[in-house]
Nanobody, 124 residues
Framework: QVQLVESGGGLVQAGGSLRLSCAASGRTASSYSMGWFRQAPGKEREAVAAINCSGGSTYYANSVKGRFTISRDNVKNTVYLQMNSLKPDDTASYYC?????????????????WGQGTQVTVSS
């Protein structure tokens, strides 16, 4: 069992930056692949970025490639999402998720645990 708690969301102007954190408690975070998803009102939850257990492989959605960076610190049991050059279209609730196997997963199904989400609002 693992518990995930996101933080770092907020209101930012277009072009600004935020860094989201996802703190994992319970079993060692290095045993889990991690992902960041987002969901805007009326839209499906979509994968934004994902990272494997070691941090050596990553995935980014085309819409965030070059602007967002996912990373993990397995000593601190924390995964980060650095978001730069934010756009109003990035406005959503952001969720981190953990999968009990090692890989890079871009669909929701492999993920076993989810955080409660943190809101990101980008004003124009």
């Amino acid at each position: 069992q693992v518990q995930l708690v996101e933080s770092g969301g907020g209101l930012v102007q277009a072009g600004g930056s935020l860094r989201l954190s996802c703190a994992a408690s319970g079993r060692t975070a290095s045993s889990y692949s991690m992902g960041w998803f987002r969901q805007a009102p009326g839209k499906e939850r979509e994968a934004v970025a994902a990272i494997n257990c070691s941090g050596g492989s990553t995935y980014y959605a085309n819409s965030v490639k070059g602007r967002f960076t996912i990373s993990r610190d397995n000593v601190k049991n924390t995964v980060y999402l650095q978001m730069n050059s934010l756009k109003p279209d990035d406005t959503a609730s952001y969720y981190c998720a953990a999968a009990r196997r090692c890989g890079v997963y871009v669909s929701k199904e492999p993920y076993n645990y989810w955080g409660q989400g943190t809101q990101v609002t980008v004003s124009s």
